[in-house]
């Protein structure tokens, strides 16, 4: 966006810049309270005294989430302004990206199934964003707005998902370029050498991470899903 010599592709950042913004404060920073809470969990009794340093960051994290436009904020941005801005052409762009990304690896034996996982989420996505939009161009900016922080989330593991599997991709080379040198052709000769070498097993790990998030944590967007789009609103009219 700064410093590319064309000047349509620093507009083209420039307006990605602009869309995901309210994604990487809001979602990696619940994300991130998320994971210091599974690590007090998971020590027990312990995780919640000083003996451990995660209480401390599970306190320090969590004012990312408010600070800088709390995150609520930074959802009816999403949804009020940012899909919006330029006609629609930064949210056009990023499922641009997303469709290069998924498309080159369809044929892959390894990355092939979380491809077509993801273009199918990539769909829902869709579907859900023409919802969202048509509540807003009827008039019923509340309807739109109470699910805007679903929604959110729902774009944000999309986008998650896609960054996983570009990284999956370029580990599974680097891996099998590895294996080539090496003469290694059996699962047996591979684990032994994940074993013995930590790049390697990093490589290995950055496959295994994209899978599981695809096919485990990326499931939650069907719930969110139908939360946005069949939600109901009687909330709304509470006497409070």
Excluded at 53 to 80: C, F, P
Excluded at 97 to 112: I, M, N, Q, S
Excluded at 201 to 206: E, M, P, T
Excluded at 220 to 239: M, P, R, T, Y
Aim: proline residues 2%; contains cysteine; glycine residues 8%.
């Amino acid at each position: 966006a700064r410093s590319h010599p064309d000047e349509e592709e620093r507009q083209r950042a420039h307006q990605l810049v602009e869309l995901l913004t309210p994604l990487c404060k809001s979602h990696c920073s619940d994300v991130g309270h998320d994971v210091c809470i599974m690590a007090m969990q998971t020590l027990g009794g312990a995780g919640y005294t000083r003996d451990h340093v995660v209480e401390q960051m599970a306190r320090d994290v969590k004012v990312a989430s408010i600070y800088e436009g709390a995150n609520g904020i930074q959802a009816l941005d999403l949804i009020g302004r940012k899909l919006s801005a330029h006609h629609g052409q930064s949210f056009q762009l990023l499922m641009e990206a997303l469709e290069a990304t998924f498309d080159g690896a369809r044929d892959h034996p390894v990355l092939g199934e979380l491809a077509s996982l993801l273009a199918e989420a990539q769909d829902t996505v869709r579907r859900v964003t023409g919802n969202l939009a048509s509540r807003g161009l009827s008039g019923d900016v509340k309807g739109a707005a109470l699910y805007a922080s679903p929604y959110l989330t729902l774009l944000s593991h999309l986008v998650t998902g896609w960054l996983l599997v570009e990284q999956a991709a370029v580990a599974q080379g680097k891996l099998e370029a590895l294996w080539k040198e090496k003469g290694l052709e059996s699962e047996e000769e591979r684990a032994t050498l994940l074993e013995g070498r930590d790049d390697a097993r990093f490589l290995d790990n950055k496959v295994r991470t994209a899978r599981f998030y695809v096919k485990t944590l990326l499931r939650e967007n069907e719930g969110l899903a139908a939360q946005v789009e069949d939600g109901d609103f009687s909330i709304l009219h509470a006497v409070l």
